[in-house]
């Protein structure tokens, strides 16, 4: 199974917003609305922020939103902070065989 | 607050095992799944398998069938990750991460990771 397909990095500016997305096939994002995203800063432990396509938990700034359109999801940052510079990684179930699978990850970077 | 926390490090040698623990704290570890993801060094995540040891079911990736063997203690909450036949690109950071049994589909939160190292 290979990884979801994630540009390699995106930027912006302080207040502006951001959109990562997260491109699959019908076997695991356009499949199931079972779609997470995490945060891992530079030597730091991956964390959730998005769960189920559109789902925030509890304590994740409501900038942070998520969807998705047939085959891919998007992750969108609004309102760009310092602190939201990381790298960021989707996730899919792919059904009961495959389990999950991993986005490439994309580098954000606040200019 | 749920914790997880893993072994320390590992130096291996080509064609050796591995085990890695992870203890769970602060919640009912027969309610969780236990996922293994890994992270070789300046690389994404991958997804190796997990448990529910409240059914003591595990399921592999596929790429990792025959070669990872995940356990979990209910006694003392602890899950174990084991890779054999190791190979250096197996040197990566090994984490783990809860989800909830039966059925969700998120990892929260992780372990703080265990570096494997494998050089002859």
């Known amino acids: 199974q290979s990884a979801l397909t994630q540009p390699r990095s995106v930027s912006g500016s302080p207040g502006q917003s951001v959109t990562i997305s997260c491109t699959g096939s019908?076997?695991?994002?356009?499949?199931?609305?079972?779609v997470s995203w995490y945060q891992q800063h530079p030597g730091k432990v991956p964390k959730l922020m998005i769960y189920d396509v559109n789902q925030r938990p509890s304590g994740v700034p409501d900038r942070f939103s998520g969807s998705k359109s047939g085959n891919t999801a998007s992750l969108t940052i609004s309102g760009l902070q310092a602190e939201d510079e990381a790298d960021y990684y989707c996730?899919?179930?792919?059904?009961?065989?495959?389990?999950?699978?991993f986005g490439s990850g994309t580098k954000v970077t606040v200019l | 607050q749920v914790q997880l926390v893993q072994s320390g490090a590992e130096v291996k040698k080509p064609g050796s095992a591995v085990k890695v623990s992870c203890k769970a704290s602060?919640?009912?570890?027969?309610?969780?799944?236990i996922n293994w993801v890994r992270q070789a060094p300046g690389q994404g995540l991958e997804w190796m398998g997990r448990i529910i040891p409240m059914l003591d079911v595990a399921n592999y990736a596929q790429k990792f069938q025959g070669r990872v063997t995940i356990t979990a203690d209910k006694s003392t909450s602890t899950a174990y990750m084991e890779l054999i036949s190791l190979r250096f690109e197996d040197t990566a950071l090994y984490y783990c991460?809860?989800?909830?049994?039966?059925?969700?589909?998120?990892?929260?939160?992780w372990g703080q990771g265990t570096l494997v190292t494998v050089s002859s």
């Open positions: 019908s076997s695991d994002v356009g499949g199931y609305n079972y």
């Open positions: 602060g919640g009912t570890f027969s309610s969780y799944t």
């Open positions: 991460a809860r989800g909830l049994a039966p059925s969700t589909y998120w990892f929260d939160p």
């Open positions: 996730c899919s179930y792919a059904g009961s065989f495959t389990f999950y699978v």
